[in-house]
């Protein structure tokens, strides 16, 4: 498995980088006329249709298909994108339905029922972000290219204007430049993509950490309201919706480093999950990767790095590289009482009531081998696990006992 990691990797990234200009080659067939055909509202109608479909790829890619579908002469829907197609959006609609009705149920559920479908959407979520970065955002900054360079009521003017001061000579618009503008709008709209999917996708790993369905449906239904504003005032007003896709843009730019330490982990979560690599992981005595908590010193939540043994100096030590390829970095771990807090779906090191390292679930069933390697304290329930022992208690049952490692 180590040796094939790397290659789907490289794969992927090869992908990732090819398909949007590929992708941007093929001219996009012919839609009907939107009110605004001037080059401003062309940028508008980018924007707001990047931002919103990195909000929620499935579901904005899903809808700006069936938009695309509608709003194009019956001769021509035929010739369009994939994603424009009803054997595309419908099922991609129904999807996003079905994730909005488990949200829904989640909040009346007990903790705990929906994770699996959590972790579920958040693969979902990557692939389907994958998908509309490499395919979707490329086709709509060759559109926005295109209007740029010679499309647009704008365009028309400016040649009359041409004509009239005797420059008519100068046949500008009989080269199209449309693939030259593409090298930097495309780039550019994978960037804006992927500064907003990440930020945006920080909400279904967070769903992932929480316990309780009416948060995740709070998180949910926040996100969901954010889209309706971007899509809606694109259509009633484009210059709202420009300034409002700006500042979503903005802010997510400013969170990016909290976002994407969030999707780090949740891959790592979801992957360790799915491919149940507990069953194969195993623990070295010197080094071993975690993320760091709340409470680490100095060292941002989430931080994913290595936990280092070192018993001849009485210490451990934690050693993580920022945005995993800048130099790394070492900090001391201050303890006095460190002991496990074993959870339901991962597990967590904990130092009396604050949280050090997250544990990813491939550390399930590893929790004493754990703390014989970092001479920690003990294991003891905590989160969902802690919970139940405590209703199990209360109604009479016996508690989960701590167990001394």
């Not at 009803?86 to 149920?105: E, G, Q, R, T, V």
């Not at 699996?116 to 994958?130: H, W, Y």
């Not at 900054?141 to 003017?157: F, I, N, Q, R, W």
């Not at 999917?197 to 709070?218: C, E, F, Q, R, T």
């Amino acid at each position: 498995m180590k040796r094939i990691a790397p290659i789907l990797l490289l794969a992927t990234l090869l992908a990732t980088l090819a398909t949007p200009l590929l992708a941007a080659t093929n001219p996009a067939p012919q839609t009907t006329s939107s009110p605004d055909q001037s080059r401003i509202g062309a940028i508008t109608t980018s924007v707001a249709t990047i931002t919103g479909i990195a909000i929620s790829p499935l579901l904005g890619t899903g809808a700006y298909g069936a938009y695309k579908y509608w709003t194009t002469d019956s001769a021509a829907r035929a010739q369009l994108s994939w994603y424009a197609q009803p054997s595309f959006f419908l099922p991609a609609l129904l999807i996003a339905l079905a994730c909005a009705s488990k949200d829904a149920l989640g909040a009346i559920l007990p903790p705990g029922w929906k994770k699996p479908l959590d972790i579920l959407e958040t693969v979902e979520n990557k692939a389907s972000g994958l998908v509309a970065a490499g395919a979707v955002v490329p086709l709509t900054m060759d559109s926005l290219s295109g209007m740029l360079v010679g499309g647009g009521s704008t365009a028309a003017s400016a040649g009359h204007a041409l004509d009239g001061a005797g420059l008519a000579m100068i046949h500008l618009g009989a080269v199209d430049l449309s693939w030259l503008l593409n090298l930097v709008t495309v780039p550019a709209g994978i960037i804006i993509f992927a500064v907003v999917w990440m930020a945006s996708h920080a909400i279904n790993v967070l769903i992932l950490l929480s316990p309780w369905g009416a948060i995740d449906a709070a998180l949910k239904g926040a996100r969901a309201s954010l889209l309706a504003a971007v899509t809606a005032t694109a259509h009633f007003s484009p210059t709202t919706s420009l300034f409002l896709s700006i500042a979503i843009i903005l802010v997510a730019f400013f969170v990016a480093g909290w976002a994407f330490r969030l999707t780090i982990f949740g891959t790592a979560f979801c992957w360790d999950f799915f491919t149940l690599r507990r069953k194969r992981f195993r623990l070295k005595p010197d080094a071993n990767k975690l993320f760091s908590g709340g409470h680490l010193k100095g060292v941002p939540i989430r931080t994913y790095g290595r936990l280092l043994n070192e018993p001849e100096n009485g210490r451990l030590v934690f050693a993580y590289k920022p945005w995993l390829v800048m130099p790394e970095r070492r900090t001391v771990v201050a303890v006095s009482g460190p002991y496990i807090g074993k959870g339901l779906f991962f597990s967590t090191v904990r130092d009396g009531e604050s949280t050090l390292f997250i544990l990813p679930p491939r550390y399930r069933d590893h929790e004493e081998q754990l703390a014989q390697i970092y001479k920690l304290g003990g294991i003891q329930p905590a989160g969902l696990r802690k919970a139940w022992s405590m209703l199990r208690e209360l109604f009479g049952g016996s508690a989960a006992r701590t167990q001394v490692a």
